[in-house]
């Protein structure tokens, strides 16, 4: 059974930084060979891609309000993926999703991606 267990969320002041985790686990899934990506929805609101990288870490995409601020990363050897984020704005507040997809490229459309963790609050206040 593939599994996605997000964690490091929490509430934050404007400005400040907080990095969120995601560990990949289940006997079939090979987490190096997939697109790896991360969303947030905030409530009442779609949920967003925010972004994505490849299987190796060499290549990532973000969405428009997060360039600059924040960063994703991986860690293959440990099975987990990273989003670092900085300068937070209150904007930001949302539960943050990671996600796995089959797809071969660094999709931003939450239909690509098959399978999700649960959820980790982020609220970010002013």
């Known amino acids: 059974q593939v599994q996605l267990v997000e964690s490091g969320g929490g509430l934050v002041q404007a400005g400040d930084s907080l990095k969120l985790s995601c560990a990949a686990s289940g006997q079939t899934f090979t987490f190096s060979r997939y697109v790896m990506g991360w969303f947030r929805q905030a409530p009442g609101k779609e949920r967003d891609f925010v972004a994505s990288?490849?299987?190796?870490?060499?290549?990532?995409r973000y969405g428009d309000s997060v360039k600059g601020r924040f960063t994703i990363s991986r860690d293959n050897a440990k099975n987990t993926m990273y989003l670092q984020m900085n300068s937070l704005k209150p904007e930001d507040t949302a539960k943050y999703y990671c996600?796995?997809?089959?797809?071969?490229?660094?999709?931003?459309?939450?239909?690509?991606?098959?399978?999700w963790g649960q959820g980790t609050q982020v609220t970010v206040s002013s």
């Open positions: 990288i490849n299987w190796s870490g060499s290549s990532t």
């Open positions: 996600a796995r997809t089959r797809a071969i490229i660094m999709t931003s459309q939450r239909s690509d991606y098959d399978i």
